[in-house]
């Protein structure tokens, strides 16, 4: 199991930015698949953005493409999400999870392929 804990949550207005990161407290990122999700109370768990662990290909949920990045430097154990261009529809509880290398790679990005998780850091859009 992966210890992570996420930051960078909060109240914005639309059309705003926010960064958030997620930390290990241990040097084992780069053992890890990772991905960032969000959940919204009464609904299911979605997917935002999943990174491999070399880092050179991540994939997103149609409705963030473009607006969203996520990134990871393995050297500061964290991994990244900057979302630009914030909606209202983006409000939720964002979490980042990991996967170990040695259960091979995700079939999807997924949070039934994921088995770390983080405690959750809220974002808000709203004006």
């Known amino acids: 199991q992966l210890d992570l804990v996420e930051s960078g949550g909060g109240l914005v207005q639309p059309g705003g930015s926010l960064s958030l990161s997620c930390v290990t407290s241990?040097?084992?990122?780069?053992?890890?698949?990772m991905g960032w999700f969000r959940q919204v109370p009464g609904t299911e768990r979605e997917a935002v953005s999943c990174i491999s662990i070399s880092g050179t290909q991540t994939n997103y949920a149609d409705s963030v493409k473009g607006r969203f990045t996520m990134s990871r430097d393995d050297h500061k154990n964290t991994v990244f999400l900057q979302m630009n261009s914030l909606k209202p529809e983006d409000t939720a509880t964002y979490y980042c999870?990991?996967?170990?290398?040695?259960?091979?790679?995700?079939?999807?990005?997924?949070?039934?392929?994921?088995?770390?998780w983080g405690q959750g850091t809220q974002v808000t859009v709203t004006s």
């Open positions: 241990e040097f084992v990122l780069p053992s890890y698949y």
């Open positions: 999870a990991g996967r170990h290398f040695q259960l091979g790679p995700p079939e999807a990005c997924s949070p039934a392929e994921f088995n770390s």
